[in-house]
């Protein structure tokens, strides 16, 4: 093989460790690959020699690759790290040396790390150099620091759920070859119905039809498996045509998907985002149905969200079930979630770009069972670090609904308040109430000893109490209870109503002067100014900065699939337990 040829077709290594990476490599060599893609940071380098040379190849017939890692970049280390390469992978040289990532801030300089790599084509270690993870300025940077033409490629992740188009473009503009890393994306696009259908009608496998879509866009394609079979299976994609409009029908799946994005990722150039998966309404009492949906223009004010978890809350199933508000089919409900800013509307500060955010939805809108959402950005409530996105998403309806509650009564340290039914808002509120000084009782038939006690719950009732004295109700088991319990209440007392509304005072008027709220998150939604959500959204951060730091404790949800979506709300409607889908 001329060194000068870079297989199309490659066999990745990452995560491939110890002996699993030796017969990996040796039996994908065997199966006929030729092109093999290692690290420095894989920690294989070693296994992956020793599998080349007990393969018998001749050594020109491979191509390999390894990546220079970030603690190298350093003039001091970058030849004697890529000499180590070479002594672990038995080879004189490697046909393709890249820098891994670019270095993170505060790190070398490009000018000093690419000056190296050039050095070790210069002495012979590589026969051509590239990079991967770089971004559109990034590679202007390179091409102005290297030799004209030296820059042979942009190793960079690629699938059919992140196309990376603006990096390709730029790439192609600049006779930089592509090579796409994660081409199955994790296995999530392997399941796609589009591929699915594609697959079905050249009757071969989803892996084979994602290939031939990475080969038919001109890129190199570095998938890895374990299995003989699985790769038998890849190196038929050689083989596979697909049409133009099969090609355009995967280009359209794309939806800033993206599989790595450590701490030290450099910004992305991200694509715009013009179709997304998400779960669409098909009638009252069936299940949801997944497809591709456009993504709107962005309005002034809005932004675009690519969703990292999905709140699944006892409302979602509530409304798909009888559908009160007479959704149009294909409404997408969901009306809490996690996620990053992809994308800013005019007015809104570019800086929020990359910003992990937790929001809440009015049900009237396209919601968050999505993998994107277009939402206002003062409306969003920025995560503080250590708070992961599957319990941020969770959070939004059930914390915004307690503290809405908990402002509704003045502050009275001491006073006892009566807590019914101690669902997620109530548990959340109970900390608030305690937390302030309140003496908090509970009527509840389910909450133990243990749980009172973390709660911050003086005294578990399990039927209603016969003395009263109660400064506020707190009720979230309906109206009909909740009058029930109105005469516990003393004089100026108040009721919450969490869940329903006590439609008719239960006193005289004139007598003991109850003050009956209600509770709705809605009401911002349908009638609340720009002052009122930046308030509730300062007062959410500050309460998520508490769940971070433990001075609120909130309960684990149970995590589900994107793709098992309606087994979440089964299992939220049954187990009455929290629910999020990580997509």
């Known amino acids: 093989m001329s060194q000068s040829i870079m297989p199309k077709l490659g066999f990745g290594t990452f995560r491939l460790q110890d002996e699993v990476a030796y017969q990996s490599v ?11 893609d290692t690290a420095q940071i894989y920690g294989n380098e070693e296994a992956v020699g020793r599998a080349i040379k007990d393969s018998g190849v001749a050594r020109g017939e491979l191509f390999i690759t390894t990546k220079v890692w970030n603690d190298k970049l350093n003039k001091t280390d970058f030849i004697n790290s890529v000499k180590e390469s070479l002594t672990k992978l038995q080879l004189d040289y490697v046909d393709l040396l890249l820098i891994h990532w670019p270095s993170p801030a ?5 000018d000093e790390y690419l000056t190296e790599l050039q050095s070790a084509k210069e002495l012979g270690l590589t026969k051509k150099i590239g990079v991967s993870n770089f971004t559109i300025a990034q590679m202007e940077e390179a091409l102005r620091i290297l030799p004209k033409g030296a820059l042979f490629t942009n190793q960079v992740e690629v699938h059919p759920y992140l196309t990376n188009q603006k990096v390709r473009d730029f790439c192609t503009q600049n006779d930089i070859l592509v090579t796409g890393y994660m081409p199955f994306a994790v296995g999530k696009v392997l399941k796609d119905p589009t591929i699915k259908a594609i697959a079905n009608k050249h009757q071969v496998s989803t892996a084979e039809v994602v290939i031939a879509w990475e080969l038919a866009h001109d890129m190199v394609t570095i998938p890895s498996s374990t299995k003989r079979e699985n790769m038998a299976t890849n190196l038929k994609a050689l083989s596979l045509s697909l049409s133009q409009d099969e090609v355009n029908q995967i280009d359209a799946l794309s939806c800033g998907d ?3 994005n450590p701490d030290f990722s450099p910004d992305w150039d991200h694509d715009e985002v013009k179709t997304t998966h998400a779960w669409q309404f098909q009638g009252a009492d069936k299940v949801l149905a997944l497809g591709l949906k456009a993504v709107p223009a962005l309005k002034a004010g809005q932004i675009l969200v690519r969703n990292l978890a999905i709140g699944i809350n006892p409302v979602d199933w509530k409304f798909i ?26 007015g809104v500060d570019i800086k929020l770009i990359g910003k992990t955010v937790a929001y809440h939805l009015s049900l009237s809108e396209n919601g968050s069972f999505a993998k994107h959402s277009v939402l206002y950005a003062e409306r969003v409530m920025q995560l503080p670090k250590g708070l992961a996105a599957n319990v941020a998403a969770a959070l939004p309806c059930p914390l915004l609904t307690a503290w809405q509650a908990f402002s509704k009564i003045p502050l009275r340290k001491d006073e006892k ?11 959340l509120l109970t900390q608030m109430l305690n937390h302030s000084g309140f003496e908090v009782h509970a009527l509840s038939k389910s909450l133990t000893a243990d749980q009172a006690e973390k709660l911050g719950v003086k005294l578990v009732l399990r039927d209603a109490p016969s003395e009263g004295g109660y400064f506020a109700l707190f009720d979230a088991n309906g109206p009909e209870e909740a009058k029930k319990l109105v005469p516990l209440l003393q004089a100026n007392g108040h009721v919450i109503s969490i869940l329903g509304r006590i ?12 003050s009956y709220h209600e509770i709705a998150l809605g009401a911002l939604h349908d009638y609340g100014d720009t002052q009122q959500w930046q308030s ?4 959410g951060e500050k309460l998520l900065n508490d769940i971070s730091s433990g001075t609120l404790n909130v309960e684990e949800p149970t995590d589900f699939e994107f793709n098992n979506l309606n087994d979440a709300l089964e299992f939220s409607k049954v187990q009455k337990q929290k629910a999020v889908v990580v997509v």
């Not at 505060?106 to 490009?110: D, F, Q, T, V, W």
């Open 258 to 260: 993206r599989q790595a």
């Open 417 to 427: 308040v009566l807590v019914t039914g101690m669902g997620a808002v109530n548990k």
């Open 106 to 110: 505060n790190g070398e300089s490009m």
């Open 26 to 36: 040796l039996t994908a060599i065997e199966e006929g690959f030729r092109h093999i």
């Open 536 to 539: 509730l959204v300062s007062d």
């Open 503 to 514: 439609e008719t005072p239960v006193d005289e008027p004139f007598t003991r002067t109850i």
């Open 321 to 346: 079930q009888a559908d009160p508000i007479n959704w149009p089919d294909t409404h997408t409900p969901g009306v809490d979630g996690a996620g990053v800013v992809e994308q800013v509307g005019d």
